[in-house]
C-alpha cells in the first residue's frame, strides 16, 4: 500500500503549485481521494476530497483558491493552488479513504510546500 506524492516546493505568495499523488495498485479504485496539511505546531487538517463519483469537498479556507481533481484509470489525485499565501505552508499528506470502512484510510508521506511573503 502506497501513495506517491509529488509537487511541493518553494513559491512567493501568489504563485501556484500543482500536487500529485498516484496510490498504488493495491488501494481501491473506489476510495475517496484527498488532501491534509500540516503547518508547523499544529494538527493535521482537512484541505480536500473528491470521490470517484466526482463530488468534491473543501476546506473553507482554501475554497475558490485551490482545485481538486482526479483521473479514476488510476486514482491520481491533483490539487491546483492557487493564490498561494505564507499561511498555506505546511506539510501536504495524501490520502485515500473508504467510502464503506472507516477503518480503512490510508497516508502517503507528505510533500512540504512553502510560501515566502
Known amino acids: 500500500v502506497q501513495l506517491q506524492a509529488s509537487g511541493g516546493g518553494l513559491v512567493q505568495a501568489g504563485g501556484s503549485l500543482r500536487l500529485s499523488c498516484t496510490p498504488s495498485?493495491?488501494?481501491?479504485?473506489?476510495?475517496?481521494m484527498g488532501w491534509y496539511r500540516q503547518a508547523p505546531g499544529k494538527q493535521r487538517e482537512f484541505v480536500a476530497e473528491v470521490t470517484r463519483g466526482g463530488t468534491l469537498k473543501y476546506a473553507d479556507f482554501v475554497r475558490g483558491r485551490f482545485s481538486i481533481s482526479r483521473v479514476n484509470a488510476d486514482s491520481t489525485v491533483y490539487l491546483q493552488m492557487n493564490s498561494l499565501k505564507p499561511e498555506d505552508t505546511g506539510v501536504y499528506y495524501c490520502?485515500?479513504?473508504?467510502?464503506?470502512?472507516?477503518?480503512?484510510?490510508?497516508w502517503g508521506q507528505g510533500t512540504q510546500v512553502t510560501v515566502s511573503s
Open positions: 495498485n493495491d488501494i481501491s479504485r473506489l476510495n475517496i
Open positions: 490520502n485515500s479513504r473508504s467510502p464503506f470502512n472507516s477503518r480503512i484510510n490510508y
